[in-house]
């Protein structure tokens, strides 16, 4: 059916148009509502009368922007772990600009960025120079981890389950036991310093004192 045949039936209509509309239209899917609506629009269209476009169908669902789907992702992660997770990156960073290691963390091979780590964990030291704790080291390998496979999107890079990364395992292995024997042997020095020290005028004459009472208390 051509457009003028549509409209000469269109202006014909009374009442209820809509379905003499679908009925003229049986081939068409929509539904004789909507077709009602398209028949009254192309009528006014011709008579030069405003036409206001028939009203949006409202969506279901929202519209998928292009970072929207990694902004859903960041947000599942607690702000102490992308605080640490920074911490981290920093210190990785500055220490392969103190070191001079020319390493692309983007770019290179799994394997490149093992020796570069199993270097990182054996520098690693806090500001005073001295080792840190065991959950440091701990926290050091997972936020880097975190950053090469969620940040990065470098899945190959996992510290943890990619087999390339047992060098730099094993390495941080050793600076924990390291670690823990320079402790160890810095609590036994502090002992035997402490055990060491002389006793004060009053710890002195309070000895005595307290002998005699322990003698009576025995009598």
């Not at 909507?34 to 009254?40: D, I, N, Q």
């Not at 997972?142 to 990619?162: G, I, P, Q």
């Not at 310093?193 to 009598?219: D, M």
Request: hydrophobic fraction near 40%.
């Amino acid at each position: 059916m051509s457009r003028a045949q549509l409209k000469g039936q269109c202006s014909s209509w009374s009442g209820s148009f809509g379905v003499q509309f679908a009925s003229a239209l049986r081939p068409c899917s929509l539904s004789p509502p909507l077709l009602s609506v398209l028949a009254v629009w192309l009528v006014m269209a011709d008579e030069g009368r405003d036409v206001e476009p028939p009203p949006a169908k409202k969506r279901r669902f929202a519209s998928v922007e292009p970072g929207a789907v990694k902004e859903a992702a960041a947000a599942s992660v607690p702000a102490n772990t992308k605080s640490a997770t920074e911490f981290w990156v920093r210190v990785f960073n500055s220490f392969c600009e103190d070191a001079g290691e020319a390493v692309d963390v983007k770019t290179c091979s799994p394997k490149e960025l093992d020796s570069v780590i199993g270097r990182f964990y054996v520098g690693l030291r806090n500001q005073k120079g001295k080792y840190y704790k065991k959950a440091s080291y701990m926290a050091a390998r997972a936020s880097l981890s975190r950053y090469f496979v969620t940040v990065l999107l470098r899945e190959e890079c996992n510290l943890y389950r990619n087999p390339a990364f047992k060098h730099s395992n094993n390495v941080l292995d050793g600076v924990l036991k390291q670690a823990r024997y320079v402790q160890l042997w810095k609590c036994r020095f502090l002992r035997s310093t402490r055990s060491q020290e002389p006793k004060s005028v009053e710890a002195q004459e309070e000895g005595p004192l307290l002998k005699k009472k322990e003698i009576i208390i025995h009598f």
